[in-house]
């Protein structure tokens, strides 16, 4: 048997993969320790001591980085207020904010009724770099409270992932 069965369904063809039970190879057990190792260690490191409510990220991406906010009139607005609401299923408070640099375009989405934060940028690789940096930023300064440490909660995860990513 080749591991793969092939079922016939209303909607077409479906495969299912059967794993099976293999040793892990020792690259891959050294890998995971160390990124274990590593995610210890920043998990360490994050205090609840200086954090921020989503506000107050809101002016400082505008004050410290330059961003500024986007027309809720235009296009690019209402395609991420259609984007995000769709993923949210709820009534959200959205705000945009948009950098134009050398062929660079930034863009920081901060929904203020979750505290949902995310970006994009399309440029060159320097620019793309320098994104990251900002980014990383942001979600330090907004940091986390004692209660999303305790519970590890989406928040949490995000300070950690984004700590984790090379600066």
Not at 87 to 98: A, T
Not at 124 to 134: A, G, L, M, P
Request: charged share 30%; glycine share 4%.
């Amino acid at each position: 048997m080749n591991g793969v069965n092939d079922y016939d369904n209303f909607d077409g063809p479906t495969s299912a993969y059967v794993k099976r039970n293999r040793k892990t190879s020792f690259a891959y057990k050294f890998k995971k320790m160390l990124y274990e190792r590593k995610k210890a260690e920043v998990e360490k490191s994050i205090s609840f001591d200086d954090n921020h409510a989503i506000e107050e990220v809101c002016q400082y991406v505008q004050e410290q980085w330059g961003f500024k906010e986007a027309d809720r009139n235009s296009a690019e607005y209402k395609f991420m207020y259609k984007q995000i609401k769709h993923d949210m299923n709820s009534e959200i408070n959205l705000f945009l904010y948009v950098r134009e640099d050398n062929d660079a375009h930034m863009d920081i989405e901060i929904e203020t009724t979750t505290g949902y934060i995310t970006g994009g940028v399309t440029g060159k690789k320097s620019s793309i770099k320098e994104f990251n940096k900002i980014l990383r930023d942001i979600f330090i300064y907004y940091g986390v409270m004692q209660d999303d440490i305790i519970e590890k909660t989406k928040r949490y995860k995000n300070l950690v992932s984004i700590l984790m990513q090379e600066a």
